[in-house]
């Protein structure tokens, strides 16, 4: 049980195009999910808090603009990178927390993007 | 403020040897803490946890006993695997969110 989905697992776009990653809780009903950006050999640093049906909370120094979160379902939530640079490229992991789990997160497989 | 220190990596074992990873956390209140572990190319996996003092979280043959007193968290296994091979993340929870520390990596060569 506790199985998170990401798509797609992989992506390369190039430099000015947006991308959009989807996370999906597949047994359970996710009321808070979260995205993380993890640099090669690095820890995984929190982008973005989603709750279902509300606005996301960023962390301080994300840029909201530039990653846009919908939480639209208790099963899904979408990160979508606007305009996305060569910068941008990274690991993106997201997890997931369904009420009266309290404290623990479970995670997607991650998403890899490469901008060119 | 809240953090994590862990002992930094890489760690090389050979097979069956022991392990033991360092965690060290500060925070206010009485977090439960969490070690996550990471295979090549893929997202994080829960691996054990406890959630007030003195508790043990086991699984796999790992292990971790929350210590208030030294504010540890440690990873042990007394005989690890080459398929351990992995990266390990010890975490804890604060209000809303999880901090973790910044990943160790063990290489267990045959």
């Known amino acids: 049980g506790a199985v998170v989905s990401q798509h797609p697992s992989w992506v390369i776009c190039k430099s000015g195009t947006s991308v959009k990653i989807e996370c999906r809780s597949l047994?359970?009903?996710?009321?808070?999910m979260f995205w993380y950006r993890q640099f090669p050999k690095q820890s995984l640093m929190l982008m973005a808090t989603s709750n279902e049906g509300s606005k996301a909370t960023y962390e301080q120094g994300v840029e909201k603009d530039k990653f846009l979160i919908n939480h639209a379902s208790l099963t899904l939530s979408t990160l979508t990178v606007t305009s996305a640079h060569p910068e941008d490229s990274s690991f993106y992991i997201c997890s997931a927390r369904y009420t009266g789990s309290q404290e623990t997160q479970y995670f997607g497989p991650g998403t890899r993007l490469l901008v060119l | 403020g809240d953090s994590v220190t862990q002992m930094e990596g890489p760690v090389t074992l050979s097979e069956e040897a022991c392990l033991t990873i360092n965690c060290t956390y500060t925070a206010t209140g009485y977090p439960s803490l969490f070690w996550y572990v990471q295979y090549p190319g893929e997202g994080l996996q829960l691996l054990l946890k406890?959630?007030?003092?003195?508790d043990k979280g086991s699984n796999k043959g790992f292990e971790a006993t929350y210590r208030k007193e030294t504010t540890s968290f440690h990873l042990e296994k007394g005989s690890v695997q080459v398929s351990d091979s992995a990266v390990y993340f010890c975490?804890?929870?604060?209000?809303?969110?999880?901090?973790f520390g910044q990943g160790t990596e063990l290489s267990v060569k045959p």
């Open positions: 047994d359970f009903q996710a009321t808070t």
């Open positions: 406890a959630t007030k003092a003195d």
């Open positions: 975490a804890l929870s604060v209000p809303g969110k999880l901090i």
